[in-house]
C-alpha cells in the first residue's frame, strides 16, 4: 500500500514537471508549419499553426527562379514575403520555405501577363471615356447612297449630300435626323452641317 502511494505521488509530482517540459518543447523548440498561404499580385502571405518569436529571422525562401524576397512580420503567426523587384510577367515561380525551426513548404504559382490593348482595364476605361464623348464615332463614317455622315469633333457632324441628291435635301434631313435617333443621339443637341 506504501508503495502505491509513493507511486501517485511520484506521479502527481511528474506530471506538472513533464507538461512544461512539452511545453518548452513544443511553443520554443519544435518546428512550425505552413497552414494556410496565399498570392495576391506577387505578394506571398503564410501563417503558421503557431506563433513564435522572431519568425523573420528563422524563415529562408529559395526561388526559382531566383527572387529576393522582402519578409514582413504580420502576426506571430503570418508573415508576407513580398518581391523587392517586379516580377515576370507570364512566369511560373516556385518557393521553397525552410528555416530554422520551419517545417520545409513548396509553393507554386504563376504571374499574370500584363494586360495591354483592347481588353486591357487601362485601355477599356479610355475607350468608354471616348465613347461617351463620342457616342456614335463607331457608325461612322455612315455611307448611304445618297449622302455620307461623318464628325468633325464632339457633338458636331457633317452631312455631304451627293450632287445629283441635291434637290431632295429636306428628305435627305429627316432621314439623317432619324439615323440620329436611332444611335441614341438627339439630332437637336448636335451641330449638324449639312454640305452640298
Known sequence: ML??????????????????LYSV???????????????DNGVITLEFDKGFKDVISKVQTVS???????IENLSDKKISLTPKSPLEE???????ITGERVNPFELSF????????????????AFDTYEKAFPILKFLPYKAEKYTIMQSQKDEYFVIVFGLYKDELEAIKKEVFAWFLSKGVDPAKVKIDFVE
Not at 64 to 70: E, T
Open 64 to 70: 526559382d527562379p531566383s527572387v529576393s524576397w522582402q
Open 110 to 125: 504563376t504571374t499574370k501577363a500584363v494586360e495591354f490593348g483592347v481588353g486591357a482595364p487601362e485601355a477599356q476605361k
Open 3 to 20: 508503495n502505491n502511494r509513493k507511486q501517485i505521488i511520484l506521479i502527481a509530482l511528474l506530471i506538472p514537471v513533464l507538461i512544461a
Open 25 to 39: 518543447y513544443y511553443f520554443l523548440l519544435s518546428p512550425v508549419t505552413v497552414v494556410n498561404s496565399s498570392v
Open 90 to 96: 507570364s512566369t511560373l515561380y516556385k518557393v521553397n
